[in-house]
């Protein structure tokens, strides 16, 4: 199965700060990756597909990146209802549609 | 609009099989490139893609539980049932549908239900 690591998985920051986080894959994916915003209690929202495509209604502020075996996601001002996790999830094989460990934005 | 949403025991005992279902609307499973799938995430950790049903009734699953998945499907009453036998503690989790488009290329799971805490104890 392909293997997905997300880093950091844990970050602090501020309000209007431009954050960045990884998703790397244990081979290639071309670009089929997604990335999901999970706050507590809630089901995960679907925010990028195909590695760059923003799902309709995410605002512009989130963006996707990235091909073959390293993506990021950016959010480039953190605004309060950010502060969540986030997850990447491949989907280059339906065999087996694995997902990151995750990376929790918390508040500085 | 698309909905999903699970049903299923909030509680069942090691050893026993559990039965999940998730009854959805907005959509027809029998469109093609639609599919839909069975995530879980335990407490405090990460999701866990579990299995996925096509359009065509073709059917994938995690490879570390798949001796103990069954997903199926019932297109006239758009519901999507899990079975998972043996079930165990480690197996407490809240346990997702979701919907996925794959007539969409690299589509993700664009809806989700809200999901049902399943909770394994004798």
């Known amino acids: 199965d392909i293997q997905l690591t997300q880093s950091p998985s844990f970050l602090s920051a501020s309000v209007g700060d431009r954050v960045t986080i990884t998703c790397r894959a244990s081979q290639g994916i071309s670009s089929y990756l997604a990335w999901y915003q999970q706050k507590p209690g809630k089901a995960p929202k679907l925010l990028i597909y195909a590695a760059s495509t923003l799902q309709s209604g995410v605002p512009s502020r989130f963006s996707g990146s990235g091909s073959g075996t390293e993506f990021t996601l950016t959010i480039s001002s953190l605004q309060p209802e950010d502060f969540a996790t986030y997850y990447c999830?491949?989907?280059?094989?339906?065999?087996?549609?694995?997902f990151g460990g995750g990376t929790k934005v918390e508040i500085k | 609009q698309v909905t999903l949403r699970e049903s299923g025991p909030a509680l069942v005992k090691p050893t026993q099989t559990l039965t999940l279902t998730c009854t959805f609307s907005?959509?027809?499973?029998?469109?093609?490139?639609?599919?839909v799938s069975w995530i879980r995430q335990p407490p405090g950790k990460a999701l866990e893609w579990l299995a996925l049903i096509h359009w065509d009734d073709d059917k994938d699953y995690s490879t570390s539980l798949k001796t103990r998945l069954t997903i199926s499907k019932d297109t006239s009453k758009n519901q999507v049932v899990l079975t998972m036998t043996n079930m165990d503690p480690v197996d407490t989790a809240t346990y997702y549908c979701?919907?996925?488009?794959?007539?969409?290329?690299?589509?993700?799971?664009?809806?989700w239900g809200q999901g049902t805490l399943v909770t394994v104890s004798s």
């Open positions: 999830q491949q989907l280059n094989s339906y065999l087996a549609l694995t």
């Open positions: 907005g959509f027809s499973l029998s469109t093609s490139g639609m599919c």
């Open positions: 979701a919907r996925l488009n794959r007539g969409i290329a690299a589509a993700g799971f664009d809806s």
